[in-house]
């Protein structure tokens, strides 16, 4: 009698079901523990990024210490030169002397920023007709390639 309403065949099934529902649960636990598999080597990766750039930021740093006492030491050197050449100089032709060289120092020092300055403009010149010439030549392609539609 529990056959004529069909209750075998619905039990059948049901466990069907269940069975494929468990089978679908686990491939899909499956997949989520690969994503959270790959987000670990995501997470990973980006601190072992982080670490290499802080080592870098440090040594990077290190080496502006070490640049900038190798400066200071050339300055230094320098500045002594400077003042023993003054001392030596002074002896030998006095301070009056002394002036005129500074005269010419300062001198030299203008005509380099003067230059300086008239490279800078003619370095001006020549990028901008670079960028006209650029703009020309697009502008040629352009034709060159399309035509003029009408």
């Known amino acids: 009698m529990a056959d004529d309403f069909g209750f075998t065949e619905g039990v059948k099934g049901l466990s069907g079901s269940l069975d494929a529902a468990r089978n679908a649960s686990k491939g899909l636990t499956k997949s989520i523990e690969s994503v959270q598999g790959d987000a670990i080597e995501v997470a990973q990766q980006q601190a072992r990024e982080r670490k290499i750039a802080e080592k870098r930021a440090a040594l990077l740093k290190e080496r502006a210490i070490f640049k900038a006492?190798?400066?200071?030491?050339?300055?230094?050197?320098?500045?002594?030169?400077?003042?023993?050449?003054?001392?030596?100089?002074?002896?030998?032709?006095?301070?009056?002397?002394?002036?005129?060289?500074?005269?010419?120092?300062?001198?030299?020092?203008?005509?380099?920023?003067?230059?300086?300055?008239?490279?800078?403009?003619?370095?001006?010149?020549?990028?901008?007709?670079?960028?006209?010439?650029?703009?020309?030549?697009?502008?040629?392609?352009?034709y060159l390639v399309w035509g003029v539609k009408k």
Do not use: M, N, P
């Open 69 to 142: 006492l190798e400066e200071y030491k050339h300055r230094k050197v320098i500045s002594e030169q400077e003042y023993k050449a003054k001392v030596e100089f002074v002896k030998k032709y006095g301070t009056k002397e002394w002036a005129e060289v500074l005269k010419i120092k300062s001198d030299i020092e203008e005509l380099e920023k003067k230059s300086k300055k008239l490279f800078d403009a003619d370095l001006d010149k020549v990028r901008r007709v670079q960028f006209l010439c650029f703009l020309v030549a697009g502008w040629c392609a352009y």
